[in-house]
């Protein structure tokens, strides 16, 4: 079991930057792939970016490559996504998961633990 905890969403202009951060606490972190979804109102909740254990494998989704950075530090729990380049269209929840073992996967019913959300909002 691991409980997963995001922050750092907020208001932001378009082109701006973020770096929402994820805190997982519980079983042994490099245990777990991790990624980040995001969800807007009245759609599915979409693949954003994951990362393997070792953060030697990275994905991401076309609509932010070049654009979102996924990163994690072992040693204090964490797991990062640096936004820049933010659109409008960015705008949604936010949400970390994790799974194990650590093979990178994209769908949501591959992650069994989930955070709560931080909101991101892109002004335009």
């Known amino acids: 079991q691991v409980q997963l905890v995001e922050s750092g969403g907020g208001l932001v202009q378009a082109g701006g930057s973020l770096r929402l951060s994820c805190a997982a606490s519980?079983?042994?972190?490099?245990?777990?792939?991790m990624a980040w979804f995001r969800r807007t109102p009245g759609k599915e909740r979409e693949f954003v970016a994951a990362?393997?254990?070792?953060?030697?494998?990275?994905r991401y989704a076309d609509s932010v490559k070049g654009r979102f950075a996924i990163s994690r530090d072992n040693a204090k729990n964490t797991v990062y996504l640096q936004m820049n380049g933010l659109k409008p269209e960015d705008t949604a929840v936010y949400y970390c998961?994790?799974?194990?073992?650590?093979?990178?996967?994209?769908?949501?019913?591959?992650?069994?633990?989930w955070g709560q959300g931080t909101q991101v909002t892109v002004s335009s």
């Open positions: 998961a994790a799974r194990s073992p650590t093979i990178i996967l994209i769908t949501t019913s591959n992650y069994p633990y």
């Open positions: 990362i393997n254990w070792s953060s030697s494998s990275t």
């Open positions: 519980g079983r042994t972190f490099s245990a777990y792939a």
